[in-house]
């Protein structure tokens, strides 16, 4: 069982990767956004926990506010979208 996070631009960057599968840990019960953005940067770095200040996540393309990730419960074939912020002129 896992879930699908897709990496832009800046995450993008530091990753390597646009996207790639994330295997739900067999004993959470309950596994959530919280949990699966400090496995990441447990992952990438200090670089990446950086640009999560920054970013915006998605679930199945439904933006999340910052302060509820810890609340947002993900299930087997979700995807996460991490959305660092654009720039340009």
């Not at 990767?17 to 295997?23: D, G, P, T, V």
């Not at 770095?45 to 970013?55: S, T, V």
């Not at 933006?63 to 947002?72: F, G, Q, S, Y």
Request: hydrophobic share 45%; net charge negative; charged share 20%.
């Amino acid at each position: 069982m896992s879930v699908q996070v897709l990496y832009f631009a800046g995450a993008h960057d530091i990753t390597h990767i646009k996207s790639e599968e994330i295997a739900i840990p067999p004993s959470q019960s309950a596994w959530t956004l919280e949990a699966l953005i400090n496995q990441l940067v447990q992952k990438y770095g200090d670089e990446l926990a950086k640009l999560f200040e920054q970013c915006m996540f998605a679930v199945n393309m439904e933006a999340i506010d910052k302060e509820n990730t810890r609340h947002v419960i993900l299930k087997p074939g979700d995807e996460i979208g991490i959305i660092p912020p654009v720039s340009g002129g």
